[in-house]
């Protein structure tokens, strides 16, 4: 059994435990960001390949304590990083810390690089190149206040991208945040879903993958491919199985609105060449003025917040009116708005049932829950 640590959008970590516990994930253990689980090397493959929620998989190689940068590097240099992978891989170091007395992790960086050459250089009389870009592996470092701890990325790019969002609009939903905020709303392939606006479709495209079961890292490549454990046959395996059970893409009561014909066309575009395009109805039109097809279902959106597109003084006047169309038009909804601007209830008019913390980034966020309850605010 191997330890792992994966990390994800702040606030979805409850979620992503039952996400890992079913890919057959144990002794998990929620934190900050992230949940910890061991596993065998297939499980830490099902998770990169199963997770709509995780960012990256991390695999723990070791932990201690320091006090300064040479305790660091010598904690570094005491691995076998040549058992870990091959010298002809290109490597990179990344590191992060919480509460760090160390003056510079630039310089932390420096050391565990220079420890993992070192290592090389004494085991194997030669290095593996440095290539911060793109590389064939990533050691990433993690500083507590007084303990360091060293991880292998299994994930390689970040699990958010599934390769499918080609074209994009200003400022896109990461597809794991996306695919957090659906499960919150507690929607179910089969139920009507609406995004009004819906930018690139980051909400659709994440709404089909689950209703067709496909698992989202199905057409990527990961870090793990690169490390000397890594077991082709078994992954092979997984991936097959994976493919097998996606079910045939078939019309869906999933829409997608934006009043920008420039989203319209991107959002369109992202579904096509993802091979969802005849299955979900993408159309111009304005919130203020649509309506729903049915007389119940779930409607999602990410509002402009102030910090992009729009300026706090115009969705102050925006946002007025929104309330008002809902009440008009989508009785008998439940209605999600993610959003950083938490005037946005108040404005609206609409008290939320629910109001769910997350973070976008480093940006403090809400997910509230309206459901506008059916009555007389129906027109005739």
């Known amino acids: 059994m191997k330890k792992f640590f994966a990390i994800c959008p702040r606030g979805l970590e409850a979620l992503l435990l039952d996400e890992l516990q079913s890919v057959g994930a144990s002794e998990l253990k929620?934190?900050?960001?992230g949940v910890f689980f061991s596993?065998?090397?297939?499980?830490?493959?099902r998770a990169n390949l199963e997770s709509r929620l995780a960012t990256r998989i991390l695999c723990h190689v070791v932990k201690g304590p320091y006090a300064k940068e040479d305790d660091i590097y010598h904690l570094a240099v005491r691995q076998l990083w040549p058992n870990h992978f091959d010298v002809t891989r290109t490597m990179r170091v990344v590191t992060t810390a919480i509460k760090c007395p160390l003056k510079s992790l630039d310089f932390v960086t420096l050391r565990v690089?220079?420890?993992?050459?070192?290592?090389?250089?004494?085991?194997?009389?030669?290095?593996?190149?440095?290539?911060?870009?793109n590389p064939d592996v990533s050691v990433h470092v993690f500083l507590s206040e007084n303990e360091c701890t060293l991880y292998l990325d299994t994930s390689g790019q970040p699990l958010w991208q599934r390769g499918f969002?080609?074209?994009s609009v200003d400022a896109p939903l990461k597809e794991n945040l996306a695919a957090g905020i659906l499960k919150l709303t507690g929607w179910q392939p089969g139920q009507p879903l609406v995004d009004p606006m819906c930018g690139s479709g980051t909400f659709l495209l994440e709404a089909v993958q689950a209703a067709l079961d496909r698992a989202p890292g199905l057409d990527r490549a990961f870090a793990f491919e690169m490390l000397k454990s890594y077991d082709a046959i078994g992954w092979a395996d997984l991936r097959q199985a994976a493919a097998a059970r996606c079910k045939t893409p078939e019309p869906m009561d999933i829409r997608g609105y934006d009043l920008d014909e420039k989203a319209?066309?991107?959002t369109r575009r992202n579904l096509d060449e993802s091979g969802f395009g005849g299955i979900v109805t993408v159309d111009r039109s304005d919130l203020l003025e649509t309506e729903p097809l049915t007389d119940h279902g779930i409607l999602i959106a990410n509002p402009p917040y102030g910090e992009r597109l729009g300026e706090l003084d115009e969705l102050a006047l925006f946002y007025p009116q929104l309330g008002s169309a809902l009440k008009k038009h989508w009785a008998g909804w439940n209605c999600y708005f993610f959003t950083a601007d938490?005037?946005?209830p108040k404005l609206l008019g609409l008290k939320p049932s629910r109001k769910t913390p997350l973070f976008n980034g480093p940006l403090e966020c809400r997910l509230f829950e309206v459901r506008m309850?059916?009555?007389?605010?129906r027109k005739p």
């Open 373 to 377: 309850v059916a009555g007389s605010n």
């Open 30 to 33: 929620t934190t900050h960001g």
């Open 39 to 45: 596993g065998d090397w297939l499980t830490c493959y």
């Open 113 to 133: 690089k220079d420890a993992i050459c070192d290592r090389f250089r004494e085991d194997r009389g030669e290095r593996p190149n440095i290539e911060t870009r």
């Open 264 to 266: 319209v066309r991107a």
């Open 342 to 344: 938490l005037r946005l």
């Open 165 to 167: 969002r080609k074209a």
